[in-house]
């Protein structure tokens, strides 16, 4: 998996919008019907490939792909790892201890279930728009 963060160990907010345009399932060219007239698969690809963009547009972006302005200006896998980490403490070395002694271990992710939340929504959200795009068609 290719990182966020450049050498400089700056975001690159292109490969942040790329993952979760992906994340989403949406296509370059889905992306750029969301932002409007003036925007093609190709000018898609390009913000992509940029690693600052301007907050104002970095905001327009969001708002299309119906996640936080912040997500797309903070995101990168380094930080995710280290939530994710930092949420699971499992006190035992012997996990099957816990199961032996009938205990219910369930550790809480809730960054994990916050994304998972989130991408259902967004799946949602796209299933609503081909449905209403289908509709318009056969018309």
Known sequence: MDTIKTETGKVHHGKNIKRFREMLGMKQEALAIELGKDWTQKRVS????????????????????????????TF???????????TFHNTSSD????????????????????IVELYERLLTSEREKTEFFRSKVNQ
């Open 95 to 114: 996990n099957s201890t816990l199961i032996a002694s009938g205990l219910n271990y369930q550790p809480t992710f809730n960054t994990i279930e916050k």
């Open 76 to 86: 990168d896998d380094e930080s995710a790892i280290n939530i994710i980490s930092n």
């Open 46 to 73: 390009l913000l992509e490939s940029r690693e600052n963009i301007e907050s104002p547009l970095l905001s327009v972006v969001a708002k299309a792909l119906k996640v936080p302005e912040d997500a797309l200006k």
